[in-house]
């Protein structure tokens, strides 16, 4: 197990920035993939962005390429995920989830550790 906590998500404007960060509790974090995904109202949770335990394979939906930068601090045992240029439809409860394997992947079952949610809120 790996208690993930995440952080960093509000209401923000069209065009604006957030930074969400995602804490996790253990040693295994340092070993482990970690993923970025959300759910808005009414949708599928989806995938956003993934980075490999070493930081250096990343992975982003299509939807955010450009826009939201996935990093890690393994010394803090945080993953970050940089958002900007916010678009309405943005607007998602953004979740931390972790996987221990090498290879990042886009599957949400594949994440066996989830964090509780931070809503990200785009609007005018």
């Known amino acids: 197990q790996l208690p993930l906590v995440e952080s960093g998500g509000g209401l923000v404007q069209p065009g604006g920035s957030l930074r969400l960060s995602c804490a996790a509790s253990?040693?295994?974090?340092?070993?482990?993939?970690m993923g970025w995904f959300r759910q808005a109202p009414g949708k599928e949770r989806e995938f956003v962005a993934a980075?490999?335990?070493?930081?250096?394979?990343?992975d982003y939906a299509d939807a955010v390429k450009g826009r939201f930068t996935i990093s890690r601090d393994n010394a803090k045992n945080t993953v970050y995920l940089q958002m900007e240029s916010l678009k309405l439809e943005d607007t998602a409860v953004y979740y931390c989830?972790?996987?221990?394997?090498?290879?990042?992947?886009?599957?949400?079952?594949?994440?066996?550790?989830w964090g509780q949610g931070t809503q990200v809120t785009v609007s005018s």
């Open positions: 989830a972790a996987r221990q394997a090498v290879v990042p992947v886009r599957t949400a079952a594949a994440y066996g550790n």
């Open positions: 253990g040693r295994a974090f340092s070993t482990s993939t």
């Open positions: 980075v490999s335990w070493s930081g250096g394979v990343r």
